[in-house]
C-alpha cells in the first residue's frame, strides 16, 4: 500500500478556500485516491475518490497532478462546519486489501 | 436503511474482563470492517471480512478476535480486557474493495474504557 503524508493541522478563516495536500510517491499504477472526513465524536465519511486530473463534487474538489504523486482537496469557502479531520487514503481497487487511515489533517476553521 | 449499528455506545470494563461489541448493517454489503481510535489518533484496522465465513487481520489484531457468520453481523470480542484497549471502536462496512464500490460507511462507534 502507497505511503501517504500530509500536514498535521491547518487553520483558515471562514469564507477562504483550503486546500490540503497529501504527498503519495510510490503511488501505484491501480491506486485510487480517497478522501475521508471526519467530525469529532463520529465515524469518518467519504467525501471524494479520483485516479487523476481533477474531480469535483457538491462537496470538494480534488485535483491530481499527471505524475499522480501527491492530490490537494480543495475545500471551497469554508464554515465553522468544516471543522474535522481530513484523511487521504490511497489504494488499489483490485483484490481485497482495504485502505490504511493515516492521522489524517486537523483542520480548525475560526469565525 | 439504519445503516451500520452498533452496541452497546459505551462501556467500562474491569481488567480481564471480556465483552462482545456488536455489529450490524442493513446495506447488503460484503465488506465489513473493524478500527480503533485512540485520542488525538488516526484508525487503525483490527479486522476485516469480505464475506460472511472471512475474516482477515488487520494491523492491531491482538487482544481480539472476530467471527462473520452472517452479511449483517460482525462482532467484535474482547477476551482479556487490558487498559491499552482503552479506545472509541469503530465498524464499518462497503459494498466491495474494488472501484466506487469501496466507499466505507461506519457506524457512530463505541468508547470503551478499561480500568
Known amino acids: 500500500l502507497a505511503k501517504t503524508t500530509q500536514p498535521i493541522s491547518m487553520d483558515s478563516y471562514e469564507g477562504q478556500e483550503v486546500n490540503i495536500t497529501c504527498s503519495h510517491n510510490n503511488i501505484a499504477t491501480n491506486d485510487y485516491i480517497t478522501w475521508y472526513q471526519q467530525f469529532p465524536s463520529q465515524g469518518p465519511r467519504f467525501i471524494i475518490q479520483g485516479y487523476k486530473t481533477k474531480v469535483t463534487n457538491e462537496v470538494a474538489s480534488l485535483f491530481i497532478p499527471a505524475d499522480r504523486k501527491s492530490s490537494t482537496l480543495s475545500l471551497p469557502r469554508v464554515s465553522l462546519s468544516d471543522t474535522a479531520v481530513y484523511y487521504c487514503?490511497?489504494?488499489?481497487?483490485?483484490?481485497?486489501?482495504?485502505?490504511?487511515f493515516g492521522k489524517g489533517t486537523r483542520l480548525s476553521v475560526i469565525a | 436503511n439504519a445503516g451500520v449499528t452498533q452496541t452497546p455506545k459505551f462501556r467500562i470494563l474491569k481488567i480481564g474482563q471480556s465483552m462482545t461489541l456488536q455489529c450490524t448493517q442493513d446495506m447488503n454489503h460484503n465488506y465489513m470492517y473493524w478500527y480503533r481510535q485512540d485520542p488525538g489518533m488516526g484508525l487503525k484496522l483490527i479486522y476485516y471480512?469480505?464475506?460472511?465465513?472471512?475474516?482477515d487481520k488487520g494491523e492491531v489484531p491482538n487482544g481480539y478476535n472476530v467471527s462473520r457468520s452472517t452479511t449483517e453481523d460482525f462482532p467484535l470480542r474482547l477476551e482479556l480486557a487490558a487498559p491499552s484497549q482503552t479506545s472509541v471502536y469503530f465498524c464499518?462496512?462497503?459494498?466491495?474493495?474494488?472501484?466506487?464500490?469501496?466507499?466505507?460507511?461506519f457506524g457512530p462507534g463505541t468508547r470503551l474504557t478499561v480500568l
Open positions: 464499518a462496512s462497503s459494498y466491495s474493495g474494488q472501484g466506487r464500490d469501496n466507499e466505507q460507511f
Open positions: 471480512s469480505v464475506g460472511a465465513g472471512i475474516t
Open positions: 487514503l490511497v489504494g488499489s481497487h483490485s483484490g481485497n486489501t482495504p485502505l490504511v
